[in-house]
């Protein structure tokens, strides 16, 4: 199985699982234990804070390890959210995570505004922000996808985190595909908080991360502990947050020879296609997106069918996010970025992962073209017998 499906989750990296291992041997005891096999692991955990942050750009004591990035996206809306209601502005293109987080508010007496997205995926931003309908001053919070899961498009959020951070309206980024996968300081972004989960970079599943600027406070959700600042309880997994911050170190060692090789098979990718089974449809910006994913229609085939047939042959893909499987309807970032019909049900993302070999593009590349010409020819066919019938 050549395996295309790296931004719903990627395979844990081998010093990942072995930093894990160590770890959970070495410092099984509970963090917050007296004791000295508890004191060991709270050395193991504010090591592995420390290092986190330096990798992310930020401050130790900004980071609060959570069990993934939908509780630390679930964390930053609601608990910058608590009290009476007001407006959350987003975009129509966010992670589940963050959108049902915010549907939940809504139903609670708060208002939904819609930032507009361009053609490319783009954030529509006016600078300054007085041309933006939905700024007002009964704005709460702001929520982006840094680097989209579906279109890999990635946002240049510091325009809006200045506007944000001048009135004191929390910024809030998902960066799931992001870290790990492009170069974030945390800092540099200039955003209230962000959200980080290990598994879509070679890390665990199981763990993540929320970033909360200093000066910033947010509202807990859960209680029980006084971990975490006592704005996340539960005991901390320290075997885990080591193997996250063990994959990040990873990356960060690898960063430019990551990033250089993920392109070239990607655009190898989509070259190939185009090639073989044009018209190919890019959907995104060519010039912001990540350098793994590559979101395309097929005009003339139904997208759900071809994700089976490529299953079946052999290519594991995706129709886009892994936590909205299920749906039939068009991806909603698509929609907003006004894709015409015949692209909206039949486009599938490819994303590469650091595993991804360039003999697996090659042979993907001759699978999903001889699919997509094949279900073509099939609707074809199938097209010319309803009019024969009907004649």
Request: aromatic content about 4%; hydrophobic content about 40%; proline content about 8%.
């Amino acid at each position: 199985m050549i395996y295309l499906d790296n931004n719903a989750t990627t395979p844990p990296h081998p010093e990942v699982v072995e930093v894990i291992g160590r770890v959970s041997r070495e410092a099984y005891a509970n963090p917050g234990s007296p004791h000295a096999l508890g004191r060991r692991a709270r050395q193991a955990l504010e090591t592995a804070r420390e290092q986190f942050a330096h990798l992310l750009g930020a401050h130790p004591d900004e980071v609060l390890f959570t069990s993934g990035g939908t509780e630390a996206n679930n964390l930053a809306v609601r608990g910058f959210t608590a009290g009476s209601p007001g407006v959350i502005a987003l975009t129509p293109g966010e992670h589940p995570a963050v959108l049902q987080a915010c549907h939940s508010r809504e139903a609670e007496g708060f208002t939904l505004e819609w930032l507009p997205l361009d053609g490319d995926g783009r954030l529509a931003w006016v600078d300054p922000p007085g041309g933006n309908l939905w700024w007002g001053p009964s704005l709460r919070l702001v929520c982006l996808i840094l680097a989209h899961n579906e279109t890999g498009v990635i946002q240049s959020p510091q325009p809006l985190a200045r506007a944000c951070l001048e009135r004191r309206i929390p910024l809030h980024l998902d960066g799931l595909q992001g870290v790990g996968k492009i170069p974030v300081s945390f800092h540099e972004l200039g955003c209230a908080t962000l959200a980080v989960g290990a598994h879509k970079f070679q890390g665990p599943r199981g763990v993540g991360a929320l970033l909360v600027r200093r000066g910033w406070n947010l509202a807990p959700q859960a209680w029980g502990g006084h971990q975490e600042g006592g704005r996340r309880p539960g005991t901390e997994a320290v075997p885990l947050v080591a193997g996250m911050v063990r994959a990040l170190e990873l990356f960060q060692a690898e960063q430019q020879q990551r990033l250089d090789r993920q392109t070239q098979l990607r655009d190898r990718l989509e070259q190939g296609l185009a090639q073989r089974c044009p018209p190919v449809v890019l959907n995104g910006s060519r010039a912001h997106r990540l350098p793994n994913t590559l979101n395309v229609g097929f005009p003339g085939i139904d997208g759900e069918a071809l994700l089976v047939a490529l299953d079946l042959g052999g290519v594991a893909c995706s129709l886009g996010s892994a936590c909205a499987s299920g749906s039939a309807e068009p991806a909603p970032v698509l929609v907003a970025m006004r894709r015409p019909p015949e692209l909206l049900l039949s486009s599938v993302r490819f994303s590469l992962g650091p595993q991804t070999t360039a003999d697996e593009i090659e042979q993907a590349i001759r699978i999903i073209s001889e699919t997509v010409r094949r279900l073509r020819a099939h609707r074809t066919a199938d097209r010319h017998g309803e009019v024969f019938a009907s004649g």
